[in-house]
C-alpha cells in the first residue's frame, strides 16, 4: 500500500509541476508577443520514491523588452563632412569613404581613394555623394549644371555658377570638371610578344589600346588593334586597325555617332588602306553596372587601296556601305570580365567587298591595375581582291593573342 501511495504521489507531482512548467512558458511566450515585461522564476523540482522525477524550467527574470524591429541604424542626413578638399561618398550601410569622384555615368559611379585605390559602385549602392569641387552634372532631357554637388537618396542640389535643386531620379551623369583635361580621360594598353628560337625562329608581338574622353552630354572613343609576326625572317601577318568615334547622348540611352571612322591595313589581304567614314545611331539594350550591351548602325563611305593589282585594273576602289557594330561587356566576378566586340561593313552584292571584324577578350585581374587579356579576333572580306600574282587571299584570318594590360 505504501508503494502505491508513493507511486500515486509521484504522479500528482510530476502532472503538477508539467502543468506549471507549460503554464508559465505560455505565459512567458504572451508576454514577449505582447511585449510586457515579464518576472523570471527558477525552479527544481526532484521527487524520489521508487521512481526519480527531475524538471527544470525557467522563465525570464527581471525585465526584458520585446524585439526592436525598427531600423535607425543609419547616420542622419544632418551630419555634413568636412569641406577639406577631398569629395566624400556615403554607401547605403553608412560608410564614408573620402577621396576622388573619377565619374558615373550608365548607373555606375567610379571612385579613387588614396587607401584603397580604384573603386566601382552601382549607384544603387550610394547613399549620399558630398563634392566641394566642380562637379559637371547632365540631367535628364539634356539639361546640365555644373558646380559643388550634394546628393541625398531624394535630392540633387548643385551650388555654383548653374545652380541646381532636383530630384535625384532626374540625374543622368557626373563629371568632374575644371582646368585639367586629363580628368576627362580613361584609358587602358595590352600588349604581348611571342618568340620561339631553334630549328625554326618566329617573332610575334600584339598590341590593343583604348582610350576614352568622357564629359556629361559626349563620350570621344579611340581604339587600336594590331600584330605583326615573322616566322624564319619571312612576314606572316601585318595588319592594323583604329577606330575613332565620337558619341553625342540624346538621353540616357540613345545616343548619335557623329562620325565614326576607321583605318584599316593588311597587306598579306591586299588592302594597302582602307578609310571608312559615317555616321549613325546607337543604343544601350542592357545598361547595368555589370552587364552592357548596345548596337549601333549607320551609313558610311569606304575607300579601298590594293596592295597589287592585275594588270589593267583599278588601283583604287570606293563604294557607299552599311555599317552594323555592337559590343557586349559581362563583369561575370569582381576579377573576370568578358568584351565581345562585332563591326560589319555592307558594300552590297554588286561590290562584294563585305566585311567582318571580331574580337572576344577575356580579361583577368591580377591586381587592382593590371589584368591579363585573352583575344580571340576574327576579320573576313568575302572577297578578296587578287593581287598580281594572280593570287587571291583567304578571306578568313583568325589570331588568338595573350598580353598583359594596364588601366589608366
Known amino acids: 500500500m505504501k508503494a ?27 508576454a514577449e508577443l505582447t511585449g510586457s515585461r515579464v518576472p523570471v522564476v527558477v525552479t527544481n523540482f526532484v521527487v524520489v520514491t521508487n521512481y526519480v522525477v527531475v524538471t527544470n524550467y525557467a522563465s525570464v527574470v527581471g525585465t526584458v523588452p520585446a524585439p526592436n524591429h525598427t531600423n535607425s ?10 569641406e577639406d578638399g577631398f569629395d566624400w561618398i556615403q554607401l547605403k550601410t553608412g560608410e564614408w569613404l573620402k577621396g576622388r569622384i573619377k565619374g558615373m555615368q550608365e548607373r555606375e559611379l567610379e571612385f579613387y581613394s588614396e587607401q584603397l585605390e580604384d573603386l566601382t559602385f552601382d549607384w544603387k549602392d550610394i547613399r549620399q555623394v558630398r563634392s566641394s569641387r566642380r562637379i559637371d552634372v547632365l540631367l535628364t532631357g539634356k539639361r546640365t549644371a555644373s558646380g559643388g554637388v550634394a546628393i541625398t537618396p531624394e535630392k540633387v542640389t548643385v551650388t555654383g555658377d548653374t545652380p541646381y535643386v532636383g530630384a535625384r531620379d532626374e540625374l543622368v551623369s557626373l563629371t568632374p570638371g575644371g582646368s585639367k583635361e586629363r580628368d576627362l580621360w580613361s584609358g587602358k594598353i595590352s600588349l604581348g610578344l611571342n618568340m620561339r628560337t631553334g630549328n625554326s625562329e618566329s617573332l610575334e608581338y600584339n598590341g590593343q589600346v583604348h582610350l ?87 551609313p558610311a563611305y569606304q575607300q579601298i587601296w590594293y596592295e597589287s593589282i592585275p594588270p589593267g585594273e ?43 571584324h571580331a574580337v572576344s577578350t577575356l580579361s583577368l585581374d591580377l591586381t587592382k591595375r593590371y589584368k591579363l587579356d585573352l583575344s580571340l579576333i576574327w576579320d573576313r572580306i568575302s572577297n578578296p581582291k587578287v593581287g598580281d600574282n594572280n593570287v587571291q587571299p583567304k578571306p578568313d584570318d583568325f589570331r588568338m593573342t595573350v598580353g598583359l594590360g594596364v588601366d589608366f
Not at 73 to 80: D, E, K, Q
Not at 235 to 263: G, T
Not at 314 to 339: K, N, P, Y
Open 73 to 82: 541604424l543609419l547616420p542622419a542626413l544632418s551630419w555634413v563632412p568636412p
Open 4 to 30: 502505491q501511495a508513493a507511486k500515486s504521489a509521484a504522479r500528482i507531482v510530476t502532472r503538477a509541476c508539467t502543468l506549471i512548467g507549460l503554464g508559465m512558458a505560455t505565459h512567458g511566450l504572451c
Open 314 to 356: 583599278q588601283t583604287s576602289t570606293g563604294v557607299a556601305a552599311l555599317i552594323f557594330g555592337t559590343r557586349f561587356d559581362w563583369d561575370i566576378s569582381s576579377r573576370i570580365e568578358w568584351i565581345v566586340e562585332y563591326r560589319g561593313q555592307y558594300t552590297g552584292k554588286a561590290v562584294s567587298q563585305n566585311t567582318h
Open 212 to 298: 576614352q574622353r568622357r564629359t556629361p552630354e559626349t563620350r570621344l572613343s579611340l581604339d587600336y588593334i594590331g600584330t605583326v609576326s615573322s616566322q624564319d625572317g619571312a612576314e606572316i601577318a601585318d595588319n592594323h586597325r583604329v577606330n575613332a568615334e565620337f558619341d553625342q547622348w540624346f538621353s540616357e540611352r540613345l545616343y548619335a555617332q557623329l562620325p565614326f571612322a576607321e583605318y584599316y591595313t593588311d597587306p598579306l589581304q591586299n588592302i594597302a588602306q582602307r578609310d571608312t567614314v559615317g555616321v549613325g545611331v546607337g543604343y544601350d539594350i542592357i545598361a547595368r553596372p555589370n552587364l552592357e550591351w548596345n548596337l549601333s548602325t549607320g
